[in-house]
């Protein structure tokens, strides 16, 4: 028999005979370790236990503690186990299939009516069961003529459709949970059992069509999650709720800040509270731009295809254009023209209006550039995803040398705004050469080094992604984390070789030649709507002082002390405050009510004890107490707080 020769994660290799299994090989370690086992990596692909090794190769057994092999396949073993329980309860029930999806997984069921929440109940029950009888999981191989007969006997159609769609003739790998058989590629545990029982929840039922198509039959869909412990799944579960209640689109209804319309999909109508939010946002954005030596431009919306034929956005990325015909006078065809879906070829052609000299370099070019792109209409969320934004973008044209600190000062600029904005954790990642790729291999090497030692000036935590750059240049990934610790990618930082040479930008350089600049793509918030949607969420609609719509309520009491109430609002107003008056015939603590419910942080409350001391009576957003101090303190103290980050 021939042997073959395995290499474990910490060098060692053994020999084993040919056709050895992950399980065999995990025996042959410790009795312990084979128990324990889980699945394998052999040479870097997930392996069932069961499945034979033919050739050498460098091998690791996964246990419970691996964590991303774990997840994967508790969460794929339970799709199996959930879909053996429907059948077990409602045996006329057909399965279709039951992929891994983000925190669990779900299957597709063709049944008449919807699974009602009683049923979920019923169904995580029977799951309980079939993991208490710690059922092996066993697989096989079998032709396509064996699987399709099968599943002709078994009065599974959908079975039988996947079969046939499978091109080839390739064998086909079944397993079974216990007696319940799927169709499946694996890898899977070795037994029910090690599935945690106390760790995974049935979300919900929603309709989909088979293969996706609604001219297909409706199946019913069932959602799980799952985790590796009882831990994990609550404090998922409680970020869940945490969410919910976080939502921004709810918070936008009730602080009355935005709203979306059919007859515009994906483009935000902002109303005056929300607004107000993002003027603040954009003066504050603007300051620090400036500080950091950026010049602000604006560039049309409304461009001709030729420009985008020249950027090559026309060929790549003409499906996510939206496109405005114009009738030309006296012209035979129409003009075909392009929203712009981003604003780079437009700095281009600012950057081209005159000749340019390394003197000019670096030069950072700004705008909050309004683009638009076409999104499907399944993929839009809220202000989350849209199809119309605003970036807070700018492009940087500098040397090949001067890319290194620029990247530094860019993190060093983002890492400010996160922080005033509330965001102390984010995460880096670095991108690097792609296998297709415009520019010299010297450049390459010249444009990661010098993102790497920006990146290393603050952080040695990163990570690198290599290939994942775009073919034009290495790029930089910020996500930081928000206060229910999801994570949100938000800032990028792009080198970029190809666009300044299809556009035709140069400089001369101190030799009297011409030159091509490198052109740094970067943005921080990405969108001001979506990062105004992750501050909502991310406060739970309570905005920082600087950043709240409405700062200030001032309630009267009785009518009698009407008169002052106005003259508080003007004294507010006159002190750059966002103030308004209530003064309607309602009780204080009905007003107080509807104002915690509209996350107005300050409420003042004015009675004849008020009016007769020229005092306010201050109430904080969440807080009962109150504190009564002399107008004019208020007012000063109240417009300390008001105050944006960068200038206190
Ligand atoms: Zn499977
Ligand atoms: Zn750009």
């Avoid at 240049?473 to 930082?493: H, M, N, S, V, Y």
Wanted: glycine content about 6%; proline content about 5%.
């Amino acid at each position: 028999m021939s042997q073959i020769s395995l290499t474990f994660p910490d060098g060692n290799r053994r020999d084993y005979a040919k056709g050895v299994t992950a399980a065999e090989v995990a025996q042959s370690i410790a009795p312990s370790l084979a128990k324990a086992a889980i699945s394998a990596s052999v040479d870097g692909r997930h392996w069932d236990l069961q499945w034979p090794i033919e050739r050498d190769a460098a091998i690791a057994i996964h246990t419970m503690k691996d964590d991303a092999p774990a997840l994967e396949l508790i969460r794929h073993d339970f799709a199996h186990v959930m879909a053996r329980a429907v059948q077990k309860l409602w045996p006329e029930v057909k399965v279709t299939i039951g992929p891994v999806v983000e925190n669990g997984w779900y299957y597709d069921f063709d049944r008449d009516e919807p699974f009602t929440p009683e049923d979920l109940g019923a169904i995580e029950k029977e799951m309980k069961a079939i993991i208490a009888e710690r059922d092996p999981v066993k697989t096989e191989v079998w032709d396509r003529s064996r699987a399709i007969d099968h599943y002709v006997r078994k009065n599974e159609p959908f079975k039988v459709e996947l079969i046939e769609a499978i091109p080839g003739d390739e064998p086909l790998r079944m397993y079974w949970h216990g007696h319940w058989q799927d169709l499946c590629r694996g890898p899977h545990l070795q037994n029910t059992g090690q599935l945690p029982a106390d760790a995974f929840k049935l979300m919900s039922v929603a309709g989909a069509y088979w293969r996706g198509d609604h001219r297909n039959k409706q199946l019913q869909r069932i959602y799980g999650v799952a985790f590796r412990n009882r831990e994990d799944l609550r404090a998922y579960l409680t970020m869940i709720e945490e969410a919910a209640k976080r939502d921004h689109r709810k918070l936008g209804r009730e602080m009355e800040l935005f709203h979306l319309q059919e007859e515009a999909p994906g483009m935000v109508f902002w109303h005056p509270n929300g607004w107000t939010i993002w003027r603040a946002l954009e003066d504050y954005m603007r300051r620090r731009l400036r500080q950091a030596g950026y010049k602000e431009i604006r560039t049309p919306q409304v461009v001709d295809r030729i420009l985008w034929e020249r950027s090559g956005h026309w060929e790549a990325y003409r499906e996510n254009m939206f496109i405005v015909e114009v009738d030309e006078e006296g012209a035979k065809e129409k003009r075909i023209n392009a929203l712009k879906p981003m604003n780079c070829p437009c700095h281009v052609q600012v950057y081209n209006q005159g000749l340019k000299s390394y003197r000019d370099l670096p030069l950072r070019l700004a705008e909050f550039g309004s683009c638009h792109r076409y999104e499907s209409s399944g993929s839009m969320h809220g202000l989350m995803r849209v199809r119309g934004f605003t970036q807070d973008d700018a492009h940087i044209f500098c040397t090949e040398d001067q890319i290194e600190t620029e990247c530094a000062d860019f993190i060093g600029l983002l890492s400010s705004v996160y922080r005033d904005l509330g965001f102390t954790k984010f995460d880096v990642k670095l991108s690097t050469r792609p296998e297709v790729r415009v520019g010299s291999d010297e450049v390459w090497d010249k444009a990661e080094a010098a993102l790497e030692n920006a990146v290393r000036k603050v952080t040695n935590d990163y990570v690198v992604d290599p290939g994942e750059g775009a073919f034009y240049g290495p790029k930089l990934d910020f996500k930081l984390t928000d206060a229910i610790g999801r994570e949100w990618q938000c800032g990028t930082f792009q080198a970029d070789f190809n666009l300044p040479m299809r556009l035709g930008a140069e400089y001369v350089g101190e030799d009297g030649a011409k030159h091509r600049p490198v052109m740094l793509h970067r943005a921080i918030l990405g969108s001001f709507e979506r990062f105004i949607g992750i501050l909502i969420e991310n406060y739970a609609g309570r905005m920082p002082f600087w950043l709240a719509p409405r700062q200030i309520v001032v309630a009267s009491i009785v009518s009698d002390a009407d008169p002052y109430v106005a003259e508080v609002v003007a004294r507010l107003t006159a002190a750059g405050l966002r103030a308004e008056a209530d003064t309607r015939n309602e009780k204080i603590n009905y007003k107080v009510r509807e104002h915690s419910v509209g996350k107005v942080p300050v409420i003042l409350a004015i009675g004849m004890k008020e009016v007769e001391e020229q005092s306010v009576s201050i109430r904080r957003l969440g807080e009962t107490r109150t504190e009564t101090r002399p107008l004019g303190d208020a007012v000063a103290a109240l417009r300390a707080e008001a105050t944006p980050p960068d200038l206190r």
